[in-house]
């Protein structure tokens, strides 16, 4: 009779019960793709830092339940696995230590943070791609600069996770995003600015002013697109940015005054009307309507036309 051995599937239940965190790390080498998913889970209760090299190696577990049961462990863990997921982004490298030697890889689609499916070459960068959100759920300061610094990253979706993950740190992100929004590349400008607006503090009110000056047309429209998201916080700095030597700035700050429909910066969008050229005396007028008719106030009559 041929013998055939099989795996002997470890007790989640009795190690999680036992806290054997070691027998649940060895648990995440199973051969059974649910063990792993429970054992990932498990290891998220504890709270131990010895968890988190083990749960960064099933970031590239060819199974999303695994991935994921990972990634939500990972969070749990909190400032014990900030400092290996901030290696993860800031060395690409970093992440061939968490692999088995001789392992081969291939591109394949997988399915990420999120739920959104992603061609990723190897596992390297799926496990960077899931740090940033991670770390977007851990919410450690000491992240938001190497978050910022991922926005200039070669791998998209890297870049994608990390604008997301710094939206949710709030005014901590806020200074490592201004130095972003002088990076030289437009890309990285355009991402921070649109940041800036999803955090939407007043803090960030000044840094996005700024970046009306740009010297590219799309980061300026993205900066004007976050100062409307900031809505009541930006009103009076954008008052203020009518009267602002650069014209782009002018316009620009009518245009979002017109978005965020505050009644106060009627006055000035008129005097910006009066004193401006023809375009910046129709986007103002625009703004003026637009705020009357949101406030419900009627709008005056035309004037007549001048005889010639």
Known sequence: MEEQQSERRPNIDLLRAEEDIDGLIGALASEDGLTRQRAA???GDFGDAKAARPLIRALGDPL?????????????????????????????????????????????AVTGPGGQAWEIATRRDLRRVYAAAILGEIGDASAAEPLARALRDAN?????????????????????LRAALADPDPDVRIVAAGVLGDIGDASAVEPLIGALRDEDDDVRGAAA???????????????????DADRNVRLYAAGALKYIGDPGA????????RSGDAEERSVAEDAIEKIRMVGGEAAPEPSAPTSR
């Open 156 to 176: 998209d979706d890297l870049r994608c996770q990390a604008s997301g993950a710094l939206a949710k740190f709030g005014r901590e992100a806020v200074e490592p």
């Open 225 to 243: 697109g976050a100062l409307i998201r900031t809505g009541s916080a930006a009103v009076d700095r954008l008052i203020e940015a009518t009267k």
């Open 64 to 108: 999303t339940a695994v991935r994921e049961a990972a990634a939500d462990s990972l969070a749990m863990l909190g400032t014990a696995a900030v400092g290996p997921l901030v290696e993860l982004i800031e060395r690409p490298e970093a992440s061939e230590g968490y692999e088995e030697p001789g392992a081969v890889e291939g591109a394949k």
């Open 266 to 273: 009627i006055d000035a969008l008129q005097a910006l009307a």
């Open 41 to 43: 889970l498990a290891l």
